[in-house]
């Protein structure tokens, strides 16, 4: 049930909301093709609330939801669910363009972990996805997540793959749905005219009554994990502001901001039923530690700054599988102009002759901002930088470590240095191969 772990660490930054603004989605499911899930997906969540959410509330829980419909329209957003109180009717509201986007990115997921390929092309692709748009990506739109990550149409057909997407997939839509009954059930109202702290205040309650839930029917809501990572991934957080005043200023202005705090509540959670799920008491410790790594990410600016800056230099070509947790420069499809700090590069970077190892650059010129992604001995990471005359003045940034650089040179080599944290210049050399 853990197979997951690496994407755990890359893209955790929030939970679920009450009555949330819709994601503006950059991409576009046809009409015809969401009509026709939403009928199955009205169909397969009314199962699963008539036969094991409701039976499992208890006389005054279901007293207090009084009646319930369930929506499910074509449209909404890709984050768009909510419940919301229409005189004595609860309805909660489940988008298909939504429910579309999270179960395929569940497929991709299961089909790249079950092919021993890495998960951070998901990351790459939920960054391309805010950061990017198709004009800048030479794309007429942006693609959908299972065109995008290069997943085979019959992916489904492999038992294993079918197994673990459903894991995630049955288990996020049915806690969304808990989620939201709780707040039915505490009677909260949406967000307008309450207090921050009122907010978050609900969003704790609604969390822990969806886990009680899942308690009662002894299931681990793994899949929930993973809806909030993918769809929060889209939203801001610390790396899209200049400066922690900025930051500050959004989260005073958020209803429900994200919180470390928040997240460890739902790590205590897990931890007190952990003996009450199916799974057994080791699998739920097990899950709920690995929530706890996420409050820690949650913290980390410059993991921040890292995700937003993979999320500006991927391109589509980038998001083909690959075994290697990051991503190994190859050469783009398309020739990038033979211009100075632009094209792919190889070379070596090393203090001597005897600690030089290869190293590849793709870079990305636009007027005279730059950007560009590179990898060497395993390691990869993302650069952006600045030209001036023939000098580029640039940063660069990897998982632990970032730091400042220079190089210069023309169309065909490119030498510098760059600078690392604990002290010391490293230089480098590369040669333009296309």
């Known amino acids: 049930m853990l197979f997951y772990r690496s994407v755990f660490l890359l893209l955790f930054f929030c939970l679920l909301s009450y009555e949330v603004k819709a994601s503006e989605p950059k991409i576009q499911y046809p009409d015809n093709l969401l009509r ?182 002894g299931d681990l809501p793994l899949g929930a994990l993973y809806y909030f990572t993918y769809v929060s991934y889209l939203e801001p957080h610390r790396g899209d502001f200049e400066n922690t005043a900025d930051w500050e200023s959004h989260l005073r202005d958020t209803t429900h901001p994200i919180s470390p705090e928040r997240v460890k509540a739902l790590k205590a959670g897990l931890q007190q039923r952990a003996s009450r799920f199916a799974a057994g008491r080791t699998q739920a410790l097990a899950l709920a530690e690995e929530i706890g790594v996420i409050a820690d990410a949650l913290t980390d600016t410059e993991l921040h700054r890292l995700l937003r800056l993979q999320g500006e230099t991927t391109e589509r070509y980038m998001l083909a599988p690959r075994k290697s947790h990051f991503w190994q420069v190859t050469p783009p499809p398309q020739p990038l102009p033979k211009v100075s700090f632009s094209g792919y590069y190889e070379g070596w970077i090393g203090s001597n002759a005897d600690e030089r190892v290869p190293i590849k650059l793709v870079l990305h010129r636009a007027g005279e901002e730059v950007g560009g992604q590179y990898s060497f001995a395993g390691i990869g990471g993302v650069i952006k930088g600045r030209v001036q005359g023939e000098a580029m003045s640039y940063s660069w940034s990897q998982p632990g470590s970032s730091g400042k650089g220079q190089m210069n040179g023309d169309a065909t080599t490119l030498r510098g240095s760059f600078e690392m944290q604990k002290g010391g210049l490293v230089e480098f050399e590369i040669r333009r191969k296309q």
């Open 36 to 217: 026709q899930r939403a009928k199955v997906y009205q169909e397969d969540i009314g199962w699963n609330l008539n036969n094991a959410v409701l039976p499992r509330l208890t006389p005054n829980e279901r007293a207090a939801l009084g009646q319930l419909r369930l929506e499910v329209p074509i449209r909404g957003g890709l984050s768009g669910h909510y419940a919301v109180r229409r005189g004595e009717l609860g309805v909660i509201v489940m988008p298909a363009e939504s429910l579309r986007f999270f179960s395929d990115l569940c497929t991709a997921t299961a089909w790249l972990a079950a092919h021993d390929y890495s998960l951070s092309t998901i990351t790459d692709y939920l960054g391309m996805l805010k950061y990017g748009n198709p004009a800048s990506l030479r794309l007429s739109q942006m693609p959908l997540p299972l065109d995008a990550l290069s997943i085979p149409e019959d992916a489904l057909k492999e038992l294993e793959v079918e197994k673990r997407r459903s894991a995630c997939f049955s288990t996020g839509v049915v806690f969304i749905l808990t989620h939201e009954i709780g707040h039915l059930v505490h009677g909260h109202r949406g967000y307008e005219g309450i207090s921050r702290s009122e907010a978050q205040k609900n969003e704790a309650e609604a969390d822990a009554f969806a886990l009680e839930m899942f308690s009662r029917m």
